[in-house]
T-cell receptor, first 114, second 116 residues
Framework: DGGITQSPKYLFRKEGQNVTLSCEQNLNHDAMYWYRQDPGQGLRLIYY???????QKGDIAEGYSVSREKKESFPLTVTSAQKNPTAFYLC?????????????FGSGTQLSVL | AQSVAQPEDQVNVAEGNPLTVKCTYS??????LFWYVQYPNRGLQFLLK??????LVKGSYGFEAEFNKSQTSFHLKKPSALVSDSALYFC??????????????FGKGTRLHILP
């Protein structure tokens, strides 16, 4: 959606396994975000990055890790420390970091535990 | 603390009737307010935003929203609903006085069903 590509669309994790969700954008946006969506709970922020090689924890960062080595890419790793990883994961970006900017979202990755 | 509430989990409207999806907020300063729509198994799409100025904001797909400062509300409206409007709608708020740039808060979402 809107120049943000998330893959895979569906992902299954085995017990004790780390898995990585991909997020790529071709919008030349500076800021990127990862949200977790659970039914009836809205969106919760996991991590965000305002510039390359820098990222900050959101509200629910425990059990997750990210990197921002390139402007276009912001992968999310769900580690074995995340005990309840089943959710719909959404990546988003915004042109800058001013507070009135809208977010552009990818189509999401549904992660399930085997 | 800033917050946003969508008091209705689900709203049912007959096709052709006007629709309203409610949103109230709480921030310390003047808010930045947003509406997003999510179709099944997809990401969110931006509909409209209020930053300053005219209280009635027009957005995509014929939607509009009215900012009411005294009632701290930002309800989403459309004069005539279409079946294709059926989706999950999220209200979001950002407090421009907050130092943390990540602090955009989303409501829990309201599922809109348009009945043919």
């Amino acid at each position: 959606d809107g120049g943000i590509t998330q893959s895979p669309k569906y992902l299954f994790r085995k017990e004790g396994q780390n898995v990585t969700l991909s997020c790529e954008q071709n919008l030349n946006h500076d800021a990127m975000y990862w949200y977790r969506q659970d039914p009836g709970q809205g969106l919760r922020l996991i991590y965000y990055s305002q510039i390359v090689n820098d990222f900050q924890k959101g509200d629910i960062a425990e059990g997750y890790s990210v990197s921002r080595e390139k402007k276009e890419s912001f992968p999310l790793t769900v580690t074995s420390a995340q005990k309840n990883p089943t959710a719909f994961y959404l990546c988003a970006s915004s042109k800058g970091t001013t507070r009135n900017e809208k977010l552009f979202f990818g189509s999401g990755t549904q992660l399930s535990v085997l | 603390a800033q917050s946003v509430a969508q008091p209705e989990d689900q709203v049912n409207v007959a096709e052709g009737n006007p629709l309203t999806v409610k949103c109230t907020y709480s921030v310390s300063g003047n808010p930045y307010l947003f509406w997003y729509v999510q179709y099944p198994n997809r990401g969110l799409q931006f509909l409209l935003k209020y930053i300053t100025g005219d209280n009635l904001v027009k957005g995509s797909y014929g939607f509009e929203a009215e900012f009411n400062k005294s009632q701290t509300s930002f309800h989403l409206k459309k004069p005539s609903a279409l079946v294709s409007d059926s989706a999950l709608y999220f209200c979001a708020v950002r407090d421009p006085l907050m130092n943390r740039d990540d602090k955009i808060i989303f409501g829990k979402g309201t599922r809109l069903h348009i009945l043919p």
